[in-house]
């Protein structure tokens, strides 16, 4: 069983930036699909951002311009960087995982908490 932990999270004001981490527990080659979501108070979770094992990332629109995501193989991580950041990001934000292994898995990181300040 895949394991994700994220880290990261923080307390930043409006306009400010943060890296998040998600440390996979297995070479992310053999990963089809890393992502980022998220999930404000009451609202339901939502995609951030993902990418393939090919390095293909898409991005929710509500981020786009602001948020990168990058994976490094060699340290089996997978990176959001957040810029501009909006009190409307707050989240806790999650880390996805989606392989095959005997059939589709999918897991999930614990969560990192992003409170942006106005």
């Known amino acids: 069983q895949v394991q994700l932990v994220e880290s990261g999270g923080g307390l930043v004001q409006a306009g400010g930036s943060l890296r998040l981490s998600c440390v996979v527990s297995?070479?992310?080659?053999?990963?089809?699909?890393m992502g980022w979501y998220r999930q404000a108070a009451e609202k339901q979770r939502e995609l951030v951002a993902i990418i393939t094992n090919g390095g293909s990332a898409n991005y929710a629109d509500s981020v786009k311009g602001r948020v990168t995501i990058s994976r490094d193989n060699a340290k089996n991580t997978v990176y959001l960087q957040m810029n501009s950041l909006k009190p409307e990001d707050t989240a806790v934000y999650y880390c996805n995982a989606k392989y095959i292994d005997a059939g589709l898995r999918e897991v999930w990181g614990q969560g990192t908490l992003v409170t942006v300040s106005s």
């Open positions: 297995k070479s992310i080659f053999s990963i089809n699909t």
